[in-house]
């Protein structure tokens, strides 16, 4: 995944086949997703839209 930047506060939804995989909130506003940060975030769910997110 190339690296990411994202405004202090905002929220990153990956998704893939529909489901969301990652959810991540940027913690300063130089903010790149590591490895570990989207294997081991604890923001890290198996979510689908029946969990109530939306699809996107």
Do not use: H
């Not at 929220?11 to 590591?34: C, G, H, K, T, W």
Request: charged share 25%; hydrophobic share 40%; aromatic share 8%.
């Amino acid at each position: 995944m190339p690296p990411v930047r994202f405004p202090v506060g905002k929220i990153a939804i990956f998704m893939q086949d529909s489901q969301v995989m990652e959810i991540l909130v940027a913690r300063n506003e130089n903010y790149i997703p590591s490895e570990d940060d989207l294997t081991k975030s604890p923001f890290s769910r198996d979510l689908s839209p029946k969990d109530g997110f939306p699809r996107i």
